[in-house]
């Protein structure tokens, strides 16, 4: 019986790659948190928050959300000051009063640079986010649900 060992050289390729293999992919077999792409939630804190920045694939860009009502602006920053700013993608509120509440809005990004799927995590309502530079270009539309009959 002939029993083959790796060479130095192959051995090390080989615990590179069992390294990058096993901390490139959590165990629900999602990035690292490490290895975030551009449209990964940008948070600091964890737990209730009023409010969550959304980065966009465009490096200037983000996507404020309020988590308590679902209103929304995007925002650019720039290395000049003319070029900042804040606007609206969705002034109207979309929960009032007490069913306003910390955490409740949440923004997933779609394969599509520019559209943003908006959960209401209370009662299951979702809404399509369209932004772009142009304002008269951002839209959001309800996405209803079709029964069966």
Sequence with gaps: MVVRFLSNRQHIFFVIALFMATFSIDLNGQPDSLLCSPNTEYTETTGKVNFRLYSTTNMWNFIKLDTRDGRMWMVQYSLDDKNQFQRYLNPIPLAYG????????????????????LLDQVDGRVWQVQWAIEPENNEIWPIESIHAK
């Design 98 to 117: 007490e069913d306003a509440s910390a955490n409740r809005f949440v923004l997933r990004p779609t394969t599509n640079m520019w559209n943003f799927i």
